[in-house]
């Protein structure tokens, strides 16, 4: 059984930063393709990034690349998301993921496990 616990996130002021982390217990965290999904108000659930098992492959959604990073600590079972020069369309609830097979997805259907989610709100 894997768990995935996500904290962080809050009210942040546009321009700001805040980071992200997501604990997973149980499974083989460091075979898992972990990424982040988000969910704005009214819109339906889309993907932010993604990082490969070891760590050496990673993948952004257009509208975050270059100001989001995804890293991971495997010796730490930890992956973690750092936000910087938020916007107001960030505004979501951002869960964190594990696809347990390893494949290297963006696609939330493929994705076998799920954090209960943490908000992160962006001020104008």
């Known amino acids: 059984q894997v768990q995935l616990v996500e904290s962080g996130g809050g009210l942040v002021q546009a321009g700001g930063s805040t980071r992200l982390s997501c604990a997973a217990s149980g499974g083989t965290f460091s075979s898992y393709t972990m990424g982040w999904f988000r969910q704005a108000p009214g819109k339906e659930r889309e993907f932010v990034t993604a990082?490969?098992?070891?760590?050496?492959?990673?993948y952004y959604a257009d509208s975050v690349k270059g100001r989001f990073t995804i890293s991971r600590d495997n010796a730490k079972n930890t992956v973690y998301l750092q936000m910087n020069s938020l916007k107001p369309e960030d505004t979501a609830v951002y869960y964190c993921?594990?696809?347990?097979?390893?494949?290297?997805?963006?696609?939330?259907?493929?994705?076998?496990?799920w954090g209960q989610g943490t908000q992160v709100t962006v001020s104008s």
């Open positions: 993921a594990a696809q347990a097979s390893g494949w290297f997805t963006s696609r939330s259907y493929q994705y076998n496990y």
């Open positions: 990082i490969s098992w070891s760590g050496g492959s990673t």
